[in-house]
T-cell receptor, first 115, second 113 residues
Framework: AQSVTQLGSHVSVSEGALVLLRCNYS??????LFWYVQYPNQGLQLLLK??????LVKGINGFEAEFKKSETSFHLTKPSAHMSDAAEYFC?????????????FGTGTRLLVSP | DTGVSQDPRHKITKRGQNVTFRCDPI?????LYWYRQTLGQGPEFLTY????????KSRLLSDRFSAERPKGSFSTLEIQRTEQGDSAMYLC???????????FGPGTRLTVL
């Protein structure tokens, strides 16, 4: 069974500092990996996804993530945090079953950005 | 393209009552998913439709839950005889193809008193 572990339920950074949100996955087959962001009282928005092409994936809002098979990791980074980045971030894994893609999410990391 | 919409956004009900939620996917998307998100957790998969056919159901979807997508467009999720443990955010997502991005709606927050 697939699973995702997000280390750190809360991460605090100062505005302008590096953002690093950690995600480790478990999958018996080559995975598809995703990062979603959720703002308060809203649904999830896709930041980026890895689907077995380039291991370094660039997403929206300056975020990127690197797929490292040897470490079973897919950490999310952003060089310089902005106040508007404060939100909940979810890492997810899936395998493409016959006909559909079931996302398995981690428990989320809340990013706090201080001025 | 107006995105995925869900109605209502909030629902408060008493234990034992039935509730129904609606999801309108992006118009050309033939795949539709329901997820449930409880406080402090990530979303958990509930069920999946391809057009009007319900092709996958999670063990989380007890007999009190039923989902439909009668014409392959909007979908409804009904919970009968609600329990306090049903309190959660119910999220709907849609995608164009099997491996395409799932676009999520804003969710329906259910509170069972």
């Amino acid at each position: 069974a697939q699973s995702v572990t997000q280390l750190g339920s809360h991460v605090s950074v100062s505005e302008g500092a590096l953002v690093l949100l950690r995600c480790n996955y478990s999958s018996s087959v080559p995975p598809y990996l995703f990062w979603y962001v959720q703002y308060p009282n809203q649904g999830l928005q896709l930041l980026l996804k890895y689907t077995s092409a380039a291991t370094l994936v660039k997403g929206i809002n300056g975020f990127e993530a690197e797929f490292k098979k040897s470490e079973t990791s897919f950490h999310l980074t952003k060089p310089s945090a902005h106040m508007s980045d404060a939100a909940e971030y979810f890492c997810a894994v899936s395998e493409v079953n016959t006909g559909f893609q079931k996302l398995v999410f981690g428990t989320g990391t809340r990013l706090l950005v201080s001025p | 393209d107006t995105g995925v919409s869900q109605d209502p956004r909030h629902k408060i009900t008493k234990r034992g009552q039935n509730v129904t939620f609606r999801c309108d996917p992006i118009s050309e998307h033939n795949r539709l998913y329901w997820y449930r998100q409880t406080l402090g957790q990530g979303p958990e998969f509930l069920t999946y439709f391809q057009n009007e056919a319900q092709l996958e159901k999670s063990r989380l979807l007890s007999d009190r839950f039923s989902a439909e997508r009668p014409k392959g467009s909007f979908s409804t999720l009904e919970i009968q005889r609600t329990e306090q443990g049903d309190s959660a955010m119910y999220l709907c997502a849609s995608s164009l193809g099997a491996v395409d991005t799932q676009y999520f709606g804003p969710g329906t927050r259910l509170t069972v008193l």
